[in-house]
Nanobody
Framework: LQLQASGGGLVQAGGSLRPSCAAS????????VGWFRQAPGKTRGAVSC????????HYVDSVKGRSTISRDNVNNTAFLQIDSVKPEDTAVYYC?????????????????WGQGTQVTVSS
């Protein structure tokens, strides 16, 4: 039972990043998925979440309007796309599962975590 985040790398400012989160050993369709990020020297913070059905989403203010969280329950994968990236989007991005996605999506309980994928935005 694990989550695998991938799709990080080096992106130029103004471009887009789209890490993905693949689940194995369990049906991702039964849980909400959250994305977190941890910038160098900072604590990990929530970025977005998506409900199991995909109908409900939430975003942190710093990415609202330029980010889209999505999921492909057939392929057991979730995605986070951030457009118009800025150097401050540089971070290790993590995905995690949660029973639901509500306005307090930044709070526990997150039950499974992926290992993280590094995204670096160059100016």
């Amino acid at each position: 039972l694990q989550l695998q985040a991938s799709g990080g790398g080096l992106v130029q400012a103004g471009g887009s990043l789209r890490p993905s989160c693949a689940a194995s050993g369990f049906p991702l369709a039964e849980v909400a998925v959250g994305w977190f990020r941890q910038a160098p020297g900072k604590t990990r913070g929530a970025v977005s979440c998506i409900s199991a059905s995909g109908r409900k989403t939430h975003y942190v203010d710093s990415v609202k309007g330029r980010s889209t969280i999505s999921r492909d329950n057939v392929n057991n994968t979730a995605f986070l796309q951030i457009d118009s990236v800025k150097p401050e989007d540089t971070a290790v991005y993590y995905c995690a599962t949660r029973p639901g996605c509500s306005a307090n999506y930044f709070a526990p309980p997150y039950t499974k975590w992926g290992q993280g994928t590094q995204v670096t935005v160059s100016s």
